[in-house]
């Protein structure tokens, strides 16, 4: 695999830049070491960051990957024609097409936050955040009638970042409940989750891969046993099954693809914006 260094460039916080970089660099067999600067927003940042990567350039074999979303032109000059790598303008790639597209200017806004006091969405989704950590990890069964999703299924198997990832990304109210062995010994969902189990969406995993995971947090353990993890997605999946809830494996799955998935799922209006 090729090393390379990738620096994303922004006047806002960095993260257009790094999902989109990102996007790109994963059609690509290489070894990238990330860097995000953000808030480079006047001349003497950009300078900074020039000199920054020409120095990473000087000492490196092959000259850094740089995506920059820059609104402001000057402070993208500055990088343009200063900068010894390879730099991809990431916003005049499609804006400047857009704009003669629609034949209209964009409003050149620096970061996608600069008007949160006035976004709905945005405490939307401080809200879903605060949802999903109150109701992570079956901490609290209220207010269960407003979730938009219960994640359920074995500890450890992804469910906490999913839910936060939901909160986040989509703003999705999304509550998760751990399936213990006096569960499966009923073999019935929790009493608190009967009346939801429309909302109800499933995490499995295997079990080899539980295991591993569970003995990074207590090694030796039954908890971490591979029989007991077997047991333990077996009776997970045949309960889900009884109860007709959806549900899919997050061993060879990002959290995006999970999300997206439920998301189809559960709440395909949540998949326009």
Same mark, same amino acid.
């Given at each position: 695999?090729? !090393?390379?260094?990738v620096?994303? #460039?922004?006047?806002? $916080?960095?993260?257009t830049a790094?999902?989109?970089?990102n996007s790109?660099l994963?059609?690509?067999? /290489?070894?990238?070491?990330?860097?995000r600067?953000?808030f480079?927003?006047?001349?003497d940042?950009?300078?900074?960051?020039?000199?920054e /990567?020409?120095?990473?350039?000087?000492?490196?074999?092959?000259?850094?990957?740089?995506?920059a979303?820059?609104v402001?032109?000057d402070?993208l000059?500055?990088?343009?024609?200063?900068?010894?790598?390879?730099?991809?303008?990431?916003?005049?790639?499609? &804006?400047? @097409?857009?704009?003669?597209?629609?034949? &209209?200017?964009?409003?050149?806004?620096?970061?996608? +936050?600069?008007? #949160?006091?006035?976004?709905?969405?945005?405490?939307?989704?401080?809200?879903?955040?605060?949802?999903s950590?109150?109701h992570?990890d079956?901490?609290?069964?209220?207010?269960?009638?407003?979730?938009?999703? /219960?994640l359920?299924?074995?500890?450890r198997?992804?469910? $906490?970042?999913?839910s936060?990832y939901?909160?986040?990304?989509?703003?999705?109210?999304?509550?998760n409940?751990?399936?213990?062995p006096?569960? +499966?010994?009923r073999?019935?969902?929790? @009493?608190s989750l009967?009346?939801?189990?429309r909302?109800? +969406?499933?995490?499995?995993?295997? @079990?080899?891969?539980?295991?591993? &995971?569970?003995?990074e947090?207590? @090694?030796?353990?039954?908890? !971490?046993?591979?029989?007991?993890?077997?047991?333990?997605?077996?009776?997970?999946e045949?309960m889900?099954k009884?109860?007709?809830?959806?549900?899919?494996?997050?061993?060879?799955?990002?959290i995006?693809? /999970?999300?997206?998935?439920?998301?189809?799922? &559960?709440?395909?209006d949540?998949l326009?914006?």
């Amino acid at each position: 695999m090729t !090393a390379r260094t990738v620096y994303f #460039v922004s006047d806002g $916080t960095g993260i257009t830049a790094e999902t989109f970089g990102n996007s790109i660099l994963a059609q690509f067999a /290489i070894k990238a070491r990330h860097v995000r600067r953000p808030f480079v927003d006047s001349a003497d940042k950009a300078h900074a960051v020039v000199t920054e /990567i020409n120095e990473v350039a000087e000492r490196e074999a092959h000259r850094p990957i740089v995506f920059a979303t820059l609104v402001d032109r000057d402070v993208l000059k500055i990088v343009r024609e200063h900068c010894q790598g390879r730099v991809m303008d990431m916003f005049g790639t499609f &804006i400047e @097409p857009l704009e003669d597209e629609f034949g &209209i200017k964009s409003n050149h806004r620096v970061g996608r +936050f600069s008007d #949160v006091a006035e976004s709905q969405e945005y405490h939307d989704r401080i809200e879903a955040i605060n949802f999903s950590l109150a109701h992570d990890d079956g901490q609290s069964s209220k207010n269960l009638d407003v979730a938009d999703v /219960i994640l359920v299924g074995v500890s450890r198997s992804g469910k $906490t970042p999913t839910s936060l990832y939901l909160a986040m990304q989509h703003g999705i109210k999304a509550a998760n409940y751990p399936l213990i062995p006096e569960d +499966f010994e009923r073999r019935k969902l929790p @009493p608190s989750l009967m009346p939801h189990r429309r909302k109800c +969406f499933g995490l499995t995993i295997d @079990p080899e891969r539980l295991s591993s &995971i569970r003995n990074e947090r207590r @090694p030796g353990s039954k908890y !971490a046993d591979l029989l007991n993890c077997r047991y333990e997605v077996n009776e997970a999946e045949a309960m889900m099954k009884r109860e007709g809830i959806a549900w899919l494996s997050s061993t060879h799955k990002s959290i995006e693809e /999970i999300a997206t998935t439920i998301l189809r799922d &559960i709440r395909p209006d949540r998949l326009m914006y």
